[in-house]
Structures are given as structure tokens and as C-alpha cells.
């Protein structure tokens, strides 16, 4: 492994680790939906400044129809579902079941892409969901079970992440990462611009909102997409999307630092089997086991 990906790994990480504090700041001020299209938004507009200065705004239209089906799997549809999800859920349990990611990516690539799933993967699988059970289990058994659905948002998100890094894979491969990050949240907000308009606040956004939509357009959007593209371009969708396994770490400790989140043994030990199932489903193991023993 070269050394830019083991540096951008945990910067993205920590960044998208942010985002879910971000979202719990001002999500319920703005609402999912104006979020969300005002977090494309600002990442559109940031976004496409650099692809104009780079001189490759061509590149956007010969790969249009590609772009927006990855913007729509991989920003419109779980982002929604993600500031949805974020009313409810506390952003350490959030980032959490964002872990997933990785282990629904080995599933698509199984049955869109062929690729092989052998046992110590498919006990990976097993790992991971019960760590996803671990975690929901003390809201399954409390009196007051709203968070089920949120929760299970929050996996339908992680599947449409996987849908559209192995989608990346197979039809953008050797398009630069500042193309796909930029057509990726252009296609975005041309969905949600418009369903936007139908969800205004009824009073103006505190200051705090509106910072947070700031960092979140420019950093854990605009900026952590051209890392997580252009990860993808060096390492594939199965490592790249192996940043998910630092992003609980992330989002626990900025919940916890910043908006006095409980974090619970319940919690801890949901998080440990999801991590290593995803680290069995992956092969990240072996990888890490290659590397030390190499060293």
C-alpha cells in the first residue's frame, strides 16, 4: 500500500466522522431535505471552481448519464436518509451503522460484479449484521421503539453507498476523482433542489445551522469526495469504502467531545463485531497480517 491512501484514509475518516456531528447540529433546524440539497449544493459550487480552474469541465458531459446515476446511489438518496435519520439517532450510533458500508460492497460486487465471497467473508457477513443487532438491542427492547426505522435507514444508506462504489467500479473507472465528485453532486442537487422548495423552515436557521451546512458542503462533501474518488481510482471500491472503519472511532468521539453523547459497553460491543466482520468480509485482515509480516 502506498503512502498517500494509509495518510487520506483516516483524514477522510475524521472528516466524514464530522459529518454526522454537523448533521445533528443543524439538520433539525434546516430539515433533511433543504440540508441535504443546500450541502450538494455548496459542494457543487466548490466543486466545480476547482474542475474550471483544472480546465476539465468537458468531462462532465461525455460521462453525464453515468454521473447522475452515481450521484443519485451514492449522494442524493443516502444523504436524505442519513439527515433523516440523524433526528433520531445520536451521530455516534449513526456513524456506527455507517460501518456496514463495506460489507453490503462485498455483497453487490458478489452479485452485480461476480466476484468470490469465501467463508471467512461470508462469516464476516454474519459478524457484521449481528453486530448491527448488538447495537440495536437495547432500542429494540426499550418501551419506546422509534429509532427502529431510523436505524434501518441508516442501512438502506449504506447499501445505495455500496451500490454506487461498485456502479464507480464498473462504468467510470479512469475518470479523475475531481470529475466524480463534482458530477456526482451536481446530479445530486438537481434532484433535491426542487423537492427542497417544499420543505422551508418557518423561521431562519440559527448561526450554528448555518455554519454547519458551511463545513459540511466544503469539507465533508466537496473536499472528502475527491479523497474518497480518488481512493477508489488507487485502492478499488472495497478498500476505499474500507474508511468506514474508522468513521464509528470518528463519529463516537466528536459526539461525545462535542454534544455530550452517552457511549454504552452495548454500543462499544456492537461497534467491535461490526468492525471485524467488515474486516473479515473485506480481507482487510489478511492485508494487515501481509503487511506486518512483510515488515
Request: proline fraction near 5%; charge should be positive; include cysteine.
Amino acid at each position: 500500500m502506498i503512502v498517500r491512501p494509509i495518510v487520506e484514509l483516516p483524514l477522510l475518516a475524521a472528516i466524514w466522522g464530522g459529518s454526522f456531528l454537523l448533521m445533528k447540529i443543524g439538520g433539525p433546524e434546516f430539515g433533511p431535505i433543504l440540508y441535504m440539497a443546500l450541502r450538494t449544493i455548496i459542494a457543487s459550487i466548490f466543486l466545480l471552481i476547482l474542475l474550471a480552474r483544472k480546465q476539465q469541465l468537458t468531462s462532465l458531459i461525455s460521462h453525464k448519464k453515468q454521473l447522475f446515476i452515481v450521484g443519485l446511489m451514492n449522494t442524493a438518496i443516502p444523504f436524505v436518509l442519513f439527515g433523516w435519520a440523524t433526528l433520531t439517532l445520536s451521530a455516534g450510533s449513526t456513524s456506527v451503522l455507517n460501518a456496514t458500508v463495506p460489507m453490503f460492497g462485498a455483497i453487490v460486487a458478489f452479485f452485480w460484479l461476480k466476484d468470490r465471497l469465501n467463508i471467512t467473508a461470508i462469516l464476516g457477513l454474519c459478524l457484521g449484521f449481528l453486530g448491527v443487532y448488538v447495537l440495536m438491542l437495547d432500542k429494540i427492547n426499550a418501551p419506546d421503539s422509534q429509532v427502529i426505522i431510523p436505524m434501518f435507514a441508516v442501512l438502506l444508506a449504506a447499501l445505495f453507498y455500496a451500490i454506487g462504489a461498485n456502479y464507480t467500479k464498473k462504468y467510470l473507472t479512469g475518470l479523475k476523482p475531481l470529475t466524480l465528485a463534482t458530477g456526482s453532486q451536481l446530479a445530486a442537487s438537481s434532484v433535491l433542489l426542487p423537492l427542497s422548495m417544499f420543505y422551508f423552515p418557518s423561521q431562519l436557521p440559527s448561526i450554528a445551522a448555518i455554519n454547519s451546512v458551511l463545513l459540511l458542503g466544503v469539507l465533508c462533501t466537496g473536499f472528502a469526495y475527491i479523497l474518497f474518488f480518488r481512493l477508489i481510482a488507487e485502492m478499488g471500491p472495497t478498500k476505499a469504502i474500507s474508511v468506514t472503519y474508522l468513521i464509528p472511532a470518528f463519529g463516537l468521539f466528536w459526539g461525545a467531545v462535542f454534544l455530550k453523547e452517552t457511549i454504552t459497553l452495548t454500543m462499544l460491543a456492537g461497534c467491535a463485531l461490526i468492525l471485524i466482520g467488515v474486516a473479515l468480509t473485506t480481507g482487510m485482515l489478511a492485508v494487515f497480517k501481509r503487511t506486518a509480516l512483510s515488515n
